[in-house]
């Protein structure tokens, strides 16, 4: 309720329970409630003691006590506050305004970064990981987030509303790049790239279960068919993707793609598989009876990159890194459209569960010398509207925007920072609030981007 009265009233910032980072300063006045019917107060309960600190430091902050009374001070502080249910508030000239309602039964530290101002989007916390978390999922009940780690050791499982890191799941001596759950969340699916496998795992003991070879190089994308008896596996380097029965645990075949595979589709019918192609920008329709594979779309000098797909109105979303644009696939006529143009290196994409929302996570301009380190410009987080391609805001993130995701409930957006090791969590607004919120930070957000 409280995330719902949030998001209606346009608030954004956020508190998460972990130990204050700066020095501190107490609070600085009190205001006496005015009075009321001894029946309508609340008295306070037993002091406690309760830090803060925020990003930016120096928010005014107001405390509304129990009965009603006010406390005022700024951040960083420390104090001893009268327990109880209490609301905390913080402002600071060019930020939204922070609301949050806290039990304050006991000591409680906290830190809050704030939000710039006209943002739609709310944050609700960050925290850090293992090294270049590639890719962010939630499990089909929302419960937890998976993250794979590019350079680290396996996965890494974390409570994406507090950050506290549940459970981490090592496979051999390599990360890992890409996942897909089952849809009852029995069974997970992570590629590996160094070894060219894939890792069944049961997410409920985070025990492997199988190892599968693809037979290809470099595998990465992975993609379950609608029985969920084949698992299609897009290999990087070798220019191909491995149908793998899971029934058996054989590799069937290996099908001819275009140049460095990447995103994959596959109708609901079983009879066509489409591949994003990143080195030369291409869409190729896959006949999967023959395994004959046809380019029906390519954008000069651009690079396909993912696949997300809107059943319900047949069409593929896919977004291109080089040219900097999300095109959209009519799967009824194969006809290719733009639906928008974005930040600087759009990589992941992902839909909202109501269809009408498309977020791209860009990585900003890269470093000249190499993309693996940082650049002249931070990432950013796109929200676009499906049905006419307009942003509907813009976050701007850390280091190279990547891994990203939806919740099942679509109430939170978690994206990943490359190479700062670090995960977003943000609440999300309400269709409607979106729409009518004259495109939040779209245009202000780019002033952003550039690296002081």
Known sequence: MLLALLAAIGLGAYFALRPAEAPVRTLVSVTTAPPTSVAATIPNGAPQSLELASTPVGAQLTITLQDESTLTGTTPFSAQVPGGNITISLAKTGYNTTVRELALNGPQSLTVWLDPQGLLYQSLVRFKCGPQPKQVVFSPDGKEL?????????????????????????????????????????????????????????????????????????????????????????????????????????????????????????????KRLFVAGFKNGEIQRIDLAT?????????????????????????????????????????????????????????????????????????????????????????????????TGKILDAIVGGNQCTGLDVSPDGKLLVFSDFLDDTIRTYTIPDYEILAAGSGGRAVAHLKDLAKN
Not at 242 to 253: A, P, W
Request: hydrophobic share 35%.
């Open 291 to 387: 395994g004959q594979g046809n380019v029906i779309f390519k954008k000069a000098g651009g690079s396909m990159r993912h696949i997300v797909a809107d059943e319900q109105r047949d069409l593929l979303y896919l977004d291109d890194l080089t040219t900097n644009a999300v095109w959209v696939l009519d799967l009824a006529t194969e006809k290719v459209t733009k639906l928008a143009d974005t930040d600087q290196r759009p990589n992941t994409i992902g839909l909202s569960p109501d269809r009408k929302v498309l977020y791209v996570s860009c990585r900003g301009r890269d470093n000249p010398k190499t993309y693996l380190t940082p650049g002249p410009e931070w990432g950013s987080v796109l929200a676009i509207d499906t049905a």
């Open 146 to 270: 998976w993250v794979s780690l590019l350079a680290g050791n396996g996965i890494e499982v974390f409570d994406p509303t507090t950050g506290t890191k549940l459970d981490q799941v090592t496979l051999g001596k390599y990360g890992s790049v890409e996942m897909v759950f089952n849809r009852a969340g029995t069974r997970l699916y992570v590629s590996q790239m160094e070894t060219a496998s894939v890792y069944e795992l049961d997410p409920a003991t985070r025990k492997v279960l199988r190892v599968f070879k693809t037979g290809g190089s470099w595998t990465k994308v992975l993609l379950l068919s609608r029985d969920e008896k084949t698992l299609w596996a897009s290999n990087w380097s070798s220019n191909d993707v491995s149908e793998i029965d899971l029934v058996t645990g054989k590799l069937v075949r290996r099908i001819k793609t275009v140049a460095n595979p990447r995103g994959l589709y596959e109708t609901p019918d079983g």
